[in-house]
């Protein structure tokens, strides 16, 4: 047995709470009738609110990278013009897919760690002509950097009316404000893996009447991922394919518990968890990678310093629970990643705070112990509004 219980603080798959572990083991129903039909019907409407969306909303049985695969055939046709934006490994994912299958992507990347900026997009958009799509992350999972998406959807809108914004939402879509609708996107794709508590294996995708129209013309091959399939199935309360049904149970109890929390205290509670997260990593001398303006509230990325022996540093964390990412493509071997996304609560990132304190003073870095977690429990505290000039003697970190 091991001596300390895991703190799973990678950025998906995610801890699961009790209720959803129980939830996946139920027995299996009969995945054409009414039951299931009520299941599908109850996931879809608990995750329209966190879409910000009024439209469809289609599940695939497949992990996120089928959704950003299903985003692309089913819009566009091999030669469209396509703007990606990429600012790390999950954007540059996207790009790929749509190189794959025959478009002409053109990128307009930003230095890992950083956000897309509205006047880079319109001066690309300019430059460009007779784009057909642009694609956006959402949440760039390798840099722990999340992308004002409104903005820049908003100059899509104004310099490329008739461009589709397809959005790669999958690590941060649940667990901060996101409005589909309001910002004019026309494709959002997530995975249940991430801020929907539940297992990997199921994809959701928001489908805007633009996007539907524009699969009557789009020519890049698709069977499995057809959404207008998926589209037609659930007018019956089905899927095309057989569906992952224990996943689905765990995402309606997911979803259950989101929606008995409210939205907004599931952001706030992944903004206290994130606010103690950067600064608890602050606290220990490490330096984060992303942008402070833009930093992401379910992952953070921090650099590993010269003077540190990562591997026996995340040895004493191993020992003691905690599982940590390390970093993607170009930061691989420079950074580490702590994700705090799902049913995460602030404890659980004190203990994380707590864990990274203890294995500090046993590799010999000079940190005071005690000091980085009350200065991550002085962010979160000071993140819900909550007094904080008792906690550890002192003013927010």
Known sequence: MPR?????????PTALPPSVMAAGGRQMINHRGPEFAALLERIVRRMRPFFGTTGDIVLLTAAGTGALEAAVVNVLSPGDRVLAVTVGAFGERFAKVAEVYGADVRRLAFAWGTAATPDAVRAALLE???VRAVLLTHNETSTGVTNPVAELAATVREIA??????????SALGAVPFEMDAWGLDLVVTGSQKAWMSAPGMAFAAVAERAWA????????????????ARESAATGQTPWTPAVAVMYQADEGLRLMEEETPAGVFARHAACAAATRAGLRALGFELLADPAHASQTVTAAWVPDDVDWKAFNGEAKRRGLVLAGGQGELKGRIFRVGHLGSVEVEEILGAIAVLEEAALRTGRAVTPGAAVAAAQRAALAELGAPVAAVAGGTPA
């Open 4 to 12: 300390f219980e895991q703190n799973l603080r990678i950025p998906g």
């Open 161 to 170: 009316p008739d461009a589709l914004i397809l959005v790669d939402a999958i």
């Open 214 to 229: 524009a699969m009557e013309s789009a020519r890049m091959p698709r069977f499995y991922f057809d959404l207008r399939r």
């Open 128 to 130: 460009e002509s007779a």
